[in-house]
């Protein structure tokens, strides 16, 4: 079992930068891919990001790429997420979630474990 918490959210304006922490617990981070997803009021959980093990490989859904990096701290039982540039279409409870599947995930099926969520707020 992991436990995840999500810390780091909060509201900003257009063109500020956040970074979301996830920590981890119960279990090492290194043996899980871990992701970022976000859902928007009204629309369905969609996949922002995503990073292998030991960190060697990432994806990013087309709306965050060039905005958004994801990165792990394995040592601190830690994911981040540096949200760059931020437009009002980013507003949105980002979570993270931990994966068993080899290789990267990019759906939400692929995960196990998710944390409860940071609220994002980007105002125009």
């Known amino acids: 079992q992991v436990q995840l918490v999500e810390s780091g959210g909060g509201l900003v304006q257009a063109g500020a930068s956040l970074r979301l922490s996830c920590a981890a617990s119960?279990?090492?981070?290194?043996?899980?891919?871990m992701g970022w997803f976000r859902q928007a009021p009204g629309k369905e959980r969609e996949f922002v990001a995503t990073?292998?093990?030991?960190?060697?490989?990432?994806g990013y859904a087309d709306s965050v790429k060039g905005r958004f990096t994801i990165s792990r701290d394995n040592a601190k039982n830690t994911v981040y997420l540096q949200l760059n540039s931020l437009n009002p279409e980013d507003t949105a409870v980002y979570y993270c979630?931990?994966?068993?599947?080899?290789?990267?995930?990019?759906?939400?099926?692929?995960?196990?474990?998710w944390g409860q969520g940071a609220q994002v707020t980007v105002s125009s």
């Open positions: 119960g279990r090492t981070l290194s043996n899980y891919g």
């Open positions: 990073i292998s093990r030991i960190g060697s490989s990432t």
């Open positions: 979630a931990a994966s068993r599947t080899l290789g990267v995930a990019t759906t939400s099926r692929q995960y196990d474990y």
